[in-house]
T-cell receptor, first 115, second 112 residues
Framework: DAGVIQSPRHEVTEMGQEVTLRCKPISGHDYLFWYRQTMMRGLELLIYFNNNVPIDDSGMPEDRFSAKMPNASFSTLKIQPSEPRDSAVYFC?????????????FGPGTRLTVL | QQQVKQSPQSLIVQKGGIPIINCAYENTAFDYFPWYQQFPGKGPALLIAIRPDVSEKKEGRFTISFNKSAKQFSLHIMDSQPGDSATYFCAASSGSNYQLIWGAGTKLIIKP
């Protein structure tokens, strides 16, 4: 298995632009999580999905952030308009049932820089 | 109630030493306590996990010690190596909530 796939790996954009981050979870996993990591705030859960349905989006910082999961193999996190304080590494993680239990498998992350 | 408090924030240990990272929690409903390891430029990856029905779990050089009455758990790394230099996160979860509640992370440096 290729693991969780995220794209792009790096994104540099200017303030006010729309940013879309993409994630492909591990096949068969039914939970998908979006995290943001910064030096100041550590690892923050933004939103998570179960069977493509958003369950808890209380971590989404503002209405500028939105996430979708149109099917079991694809999710997006969109920031519109982007601001410099959104600069961070964004991780997608997935987990399934069975032997792996509660383990979350993380993607390599997208490093976002908003100028 | 939902927090997991992790210490220290950073730790420097000589090769062969035993770094210890501590975490404390308040929510007695937590029933799963994993440790994740993150190398620079990578996502966190599960290192070892424990459930509260045991007081200790070992996997290779990594050991979790769990104290249910004190609501604390810790990670010990035996015979530490420079390759163990990474950021370590503790976390907790309960059966009713699939979210992991994360500690703030500990940046560990093992000096050669």
């Amino acid at each position: 298995d290729a693991g969780v796939i995220q794209s792009p790996r790096h994104e540099v954009t200017e303030m006010g632009q729309e940013v879309t981050l993409r994630c492909k979870p591990i096949s068969g996993h039914d939970y998908l999580f979006w995290y943001r990591q910064t030096m100041m705030r550590g690892l923050e859960l933004l939103i998570y999905f179960n069977n493509n349905v958003p369950i808890d989006d209380s971590g989404m910082p503002e209405d500028r952030f939105s996430a979708k999961m149109p099917n079991a193999s694809f999710s997006t996190l969109k920031i519109q308009p982007s601001e410099p304080r959104d600069s961070a590494v964004y991780f997608c993680a997935s987990r399934g049932q069975g032997i792996s239990g509660y383990e979350q498998f993380f993607g390599p992350g997208t490093r976002l820089t908003v100028l | 109630q939902q927090q997991v408090k992790q210490s220290p924030q950073s730790l420097i240990v000589q090769k062969g030493g035993i770094p210890i990272i501590n975490c404390a929690y308040e929510n007695t409903a937590f029933d799963y306590f994993p440790w994740y390891q993150q190398f620079p430029g990578k996502g966190p990856a599960l290192l070892i996990a424990i459930r509260p029905d045991v007081s200790e779990k070992k996997e290779g050089r990594f050991t979790i010690s769990f104290n249910k009455s004190a609501k604390q758990f810790s990670l010990h790394i035996m015979d530490s190596q420079p390759g163990d230099s990474a950021t370590y996160f503790c976390a907790a979860s309960s059966g009713s909530n699939y979210q992991l509640i994360w500690g703030a992370g500990t940046k560990l440096i093992i000096k050669p």
